[in-house]
């Protein structure tokens, strides 16, 4: 009997007293504290363009971060918590820059056509390659230059975001068929780097940060006798050189200015024409 009335006792104890809240609806339980609240960052891209550019928002997608980017503006709009922006900023910082994975892409096949050419006209016609004579037919109509030949025609492998040097030698030329007389090899030096190259509705564009070609030509100055009475040619060297940049189309002929020591009325032009390797 003592045992049901302390049961009951209990039981009516743990009943509310009417009109009042039991002890959870009397205190309001706390918000819950996102502890990686998303923000909203702009990451700029100083370096990568054009297919590199495209490569890194790609390579940034491992995150899982909601982001948006603009190649023309070269800006990369990230919505994430604060850790994973700064992460995404360590990954941009360390691939932006020339010279890196990300910067080096498509290789692309370029040749490079020299000309000489000639106010005088020439004493016999010349044969220029089928797909030449067009431009030497341009640069008859458009220049003073009447005889264009042929100097050498070089090709080259180079690769998006990565700059190409070297030194050749062209060959010499017959003296009469310019009015620079040359006996000697012209030394030519080459620096050349492609920034990008993107895909375009004539097809694919490449950038060229830099292309810069400079000459060593030997210009006949006399002639002297030799200790055994033959005649020794004399030399003096012209440097000569163009540096340009900017963008050439594939399956485009592009014909650099002419490079000229203004002393002669020979120039020498150059001929632009590449293909992108997919």
Same mark, same amino acid.
């Given at each position: ?51 590199? &550019? ?9 995150? %899982? ?5 603009? %190649? ?28 890196? $994975? ?6 692309? $096949? ?38 264009? %030949? ?8 180079? %690769? ?6 070297? $030194? ?6 017959? /003296? ?6 040359? /006996? ?23 950038? &060229? ?5 400079? &000459? ?19 030399? /003096? ?25 203004? $002393? ?15």
């Amino acid at each position: 009997m003592r045992l049901t009335a302390i049961l009951i006792a209990a039981a009516l104890a743990a009943i509310p007293a009417a009109g009042q809240n039991s002890a959870s609806e009397a205190k309001p339980q706390p918000a819950l504290v996102d502890q990686n609240p998303l923000e909203a960052e702009i990451i700029h891209v100083k370096t990568l363009t054009g297919d590199s &550019f495209d490569r890194l928002v790609k390579l940034l997608s491992v995150f %899982q971060a909601r982001l948006q980017s603009d %190649q023309q503006l070269r800006t990369i709009i990230v919505y994430a918590p604060k850790d994973v922006v700064a992460q995404m900023r360590r990954v941009v910082a360390e691939l932006d820059t020339p010279g890196s $994975e990300a910067a080096i892409g498509r290789n692309i $096949e370029m040749t490079l056509t020299f000309l000489r050419a000639s106010s005088k006209a020439p004493t016999t016609p010349r044969t220029l390659p089928d797909d030449i004579e067009p431009v030497a037919k341009q640069l008859r109509a458009t220049t003073q230059y009447k005889d264009i %030949q042929l100097w050498d025609v070089m090709p080259m492998r180079l %690769q998006e975001g990565k700059q190409t040097t070297s $030194e050749v030698s062209l060959p010499a030329l017959d /003296s009469g068929a310019s009015s620079v007389p040359l /006996s000697q090899y012209t030394l030519l030096s080459l620096g050349i780097e492609p920034d990008s190259a993107t895909r375009k509705d004539r097809g694919w564009s490449v950038r &060229f940060k830099t292309m810069s070609l400079s &000459f060593r030509i030997p210009v006949l100055t006399g002639v002297s006798n030799g200790p055994d009475g033959k005649s020794i040619p004399q030399f /003096s060297f012209q440097n000569l050189g163009l540096k340009t940049a900017g963008d050439f189309l594939e399956g485009q002929k592009t014909v650099l200015g002419k490079v000229s020591g203004g $002393e002669t009325d020979g120039a020498i032009f150059v001929v632009v024409s590449l293909k992108v390797l997919d």
